[in-house]
T-cell receptor
Framework: GDSVTQMEGPVTLSEEAFLTINCTYT??????LFWYVQYPGEGLQLLLKATKADDKGSNKGFEATYRKETTSFHLEKGSVQVSDSAVYFC?????????????WGAGTKLIIKP | DGGITQSPKYLFRKEGQNVTLSCEQNLNHDAMYWYRQDPGQGLRLIYYSQIVNDFQKGDIAEGYSVSREKKESFPLTVTSAQKNPTAFYLC?????????????FGPGTRLTVL
């Protein structure tokens, strides 16, 4: 079945460092890919998404490119801030799956130190 | 402002008691979802509903029940049959329940069974 694998956390960086959080997937169809962010004690909110191969999603300085050849959707940011500390979830929705469910990665906790 | 509300934020119950978690949305979305989140894990789907008066089991429906009598409301009951109900519960909605649709999340309810 479909699955999403994220790098394990926590990832600890200093402010202004470059961020990469790896996400790879397996899917039988043509998935849409998502990154969601969860700040402490809150629900999740969509950070960015891409619906077809080679699409780049971007928001708030974060970017991720849908790479079909490597089945990846890595999240990047050029210069992180303390306020970026949160848990980041990669997810997919496979158009070949009639259940319309999102398949979630386990989440990666990001800690940014001043 | 449009959004999803969940109440209460924290809920304590004795073992063996049923408890109902509220979820209301004013986004005019057709689809609604309930997820369970345990520490250090991704989200697991409990139930989802794509239209009023219809709902489907997710991956971990045992010990839970839902209703969808109104478009705006999707309450979740955690029954005494749920063996380990202590968790963070998240409600979400999307426009149509189709794969590429963004899911919008409420702030969550943290349930603790004593």
């Amino acid at each position: 079945g479909d699955s999403v694998t994220q790098m394990e956390g926590p990832v600890t960086l200093s402010e202004e460092a470059f961020l990469t959080i790896n996400c790879t997937y397996t899917a039988t169809g043509y998935p849409s890919l998502f990154w969601y962010v969860q700040y402490p004690g809150e629900g999740l909110q969509l950070l960015l998404k891409a619906t077809k191969a080679d699409d780049k999603g971007s928001n708030k300085g974060f970017e991720a490119t849908y790479r079909k050849e490597t089945t990846s959707f890595h999240l990047e940011k050029g210069s992180v801030q303390v306020s970026d500390s949160a848990v980041y979830f990669c997810a997919l929705s496979d158009r070949g799956d009639s259940n319309y469910q999102l398949i979630w990665g386990a989440g990666t906790k990001l800690i940014i130190k001043p | 402002d449009g959004g999803i509300t969940q109440s209460p934020k924290y809920l304590f119950r004795k073992e063996g008691q049923n408890v109902t978690l509220s979820c209301e949305q004013n986004l005019n979305h057709d689809a609604m979802y309930w997820y369970r989140q345990d520490p250090g894990q991704g989200l697991r789907l409990i139930y989802y509903s794509q239209i009023v008066n219809d709902f489907q089991k997710g991956d971990i429906a045992e010990g839970y029940s839902v209703s969808r009598e109104k478009k705006e409301s999707f309450p979740l009951t955690v029954t005494s049959a749920q063996k380990n109900p202590t968790a963070f519960y998240l409600c979400a909605s999307s426009i149509r329940g189709v794969g590429a649709d963004t899911q919008y999340f409420g702030p969550g309810t943290r349930l603790t069974v004593l």
